[in-house]
T-cell receptor, first 109, second 112 residues
Framework: GQNIDQPTEMTATEGAIVQINCTYQ??????LFWYQQHAGEAPTFLSY??LDGLEEKGRFSSFLSRSKGYSYLLLKELQMKDSASYLC??????????WGAGTKLIIKP | IAGITQAPTSQILAAGRRMTLRCTQD?????MYWYRQDLGLGLRLIHY???????GKGEVPDGYSVSRANTDDFPLTLASAVPSQTSVYFC???????????FGPGTRLTVL
């Protein structure tokens, strides 16, 4: 079966750095997305990786290693508004988007 | 409007009733999707449509039907609601099947 694993919950301190990991086992790979979802709201797009390496976008960066079936989302200079769930999703060989259950990130002052 | 709208925002429904959740996008996206999101389970695909006039089944299609008569609208119908269909329902769209998906605000449905 297809599977995406993320930690259920993480806690970090305001101003610090946090890395949220995602490992996947899917039938093929055509790209990986990270989305942010605040409580009670819709998911919003953060990043997309299809090639190995690091993609940087402001305070957020996303890394992909296709050979290891692994990605991480790095959040720097954490702010209270970064408290949210972070969803990892992979496009499989059938071009279906497979979603992880999400990581709830709690930021403490 | 800009983006995706869903209606209603929330609904309490008696078991056995028929219900249609509405979704409209104005981005001229070809692909549209319906997901349900339950605590601890993440987003699960119910049905999708790659282009107007075509639909397909996702991971959890039973008890749901969709239609795609035009590019903009993608309604989801529960023919006879059951309590296990209590969930938050999100509609999404993308330019193509591999493009970034953009989500509507969601419909919170409670079936009693």
């Amino acid at each position: 079966g297809q599977n995406i694993d993320q930690p259920t919950e993480m806690t970090a301190t305001e101003g610090a750095i946090v890395q949220i990991n995602c490992t996947y086992q899917t039938s093929g790979f055509n790209g990986l997305f990270w989305y942010q979802q605040h409580a009670g709201e819709a998911p919003t797009f953060l990043s997309y990786n299809v090639l190995d390496g690091l993609e940087e976008k402001g305070r957020f960066s996303s890394f992909l290693s296709r050979s290891k079936g692994y990605s991480y989302l790095l959040l720097k200079e954490l702010q209270m508004k970064d408290s949210a769930s972070y969803l990892c999703a992979v496009i499989d060989s059938n071009y279906q988007l497979i979603w992880g259950a999400g990581t709830k990130l709690i930021i403490k002052p | 409007i800009a983006g995706i709208t869903q209606a209603p925002t929330s609904q309490i429904l008696a078991a056995g009733r028929r219900m249609t959740l509405r979704c409209t996008q104005d981005m001229r996206h070809n692909a549209m999707y319906w997901y349900r999101q339950d605590l601890g389970l993440g987003l699960r695909l119910i049905h999708y449509s790659n282009t107007a006039g075509t639909t397909g089944k996702g991971e959890v299609p039973d008890g749901y039907s969709v239609s795609r008569a035009n590019t903009d609208d993608f309604p989801l119908t529960l023919a006879s609601a059951v309590p296990s269909q209590t969930s938050v329902y999100f509609c999404a769209s993308s330019g193509t099947g591999t493009d970034t998906q953009y989500f509507g605000p969601g419909t919170r449905l409670t079936v009693l």
